[in-house]
């Protein structure tokens, strides 16, 4: 009977910690607790491009950002792009490996022209670098294996999906001077784009 009537007492009591907001630390270590979930690449790849003195073919995969920041409709859109590629001097010195092989992460800020997902961009970025072994192409040579990679490009969406993209890139790597010597290559490289 006790049972009965604070059960009773419980179901018409106002629910006053379900109208409170939770604590402000509390939202923090459950967002902290929450695990990690890998998310599939949006779009991947290919470009093909050379240098004054190498030749490179890479693959890349392409993780489209949230745009909070940024006006919806602006034109503006960001993305993150993961790349593996080769290079290949044209005319390797006595004792170069005649590859090297580069990975890099790198975000992209990009600007539509068109306002929709057809028409032409263009975008920006600078990322994180390994080359390895570290690059020698005749009388040029890198001071360390890590660089940094920034790039310019332009480029054309041909249909309103959006599904596809041709740009031209032209792509500089160096170590910001980190370590001596710095010489930096450039790329003039051509660039194709599929979505999922």
Not at 36 to 61: C, I, K, Y
Not at 109 to 125: K, N, P, Q, T
Not at 127 to 150: C, E, W
Request: charged content about 15%; aromatic content about 10%.
């Amino acid at each position: 009977m006790a049972m009965t009537a604070s059960l009773a007492q419980a179901q018409h009591a106002p629910c006053d910690a379900a109208a409170e907001p939770p604590a402000p630390g509390a939202v923090a270590v459950a967002s902290a607790q929450a695990p990690l979930r890998p998310r599939a690449a949006d779009a991947w790849a290919v470009q093909l491009g050379a240098s004054e003195r190498s030749h490179t073919l890479a693959l890349a995969l392409i993780w489209e950002l949230p745009n909070r920041w940024l006006k919806d409709g602006s034109g503006w859109s960001t993305h993150l792009e993961a790349s593996l590629a080769g290079w290949w001097p044209s005319a390797p010195a006595a004792g170069d490996p005649g590859h090297y092989t580069r990975i890099g992460i790198t975000p992209v800020l990009r600007y539509r022209f068109a306002g929709s997902s057809a028409g032409a961009f263009v975008e920006a970025g600078i990322g994180a670098h390994l080359i390895g072994p570290v690059y020698r192409a005749g009388d040029r040579r890198f001071g360390s294996a890590f660089n940094f990679g920034d790039h310019l490009a332009v480029g054309w969406v041909p249909d309103a999906r959006g599904r596809h993209e041709l740009a031209l890139r032209l792509q500089h790597f160096s170590n910001g001077g980190l370590r001596p010597p710095n010489p930096g290559e450039n790329f003039l490289q051509l660039r194709w784009v599929s979505r999922f």
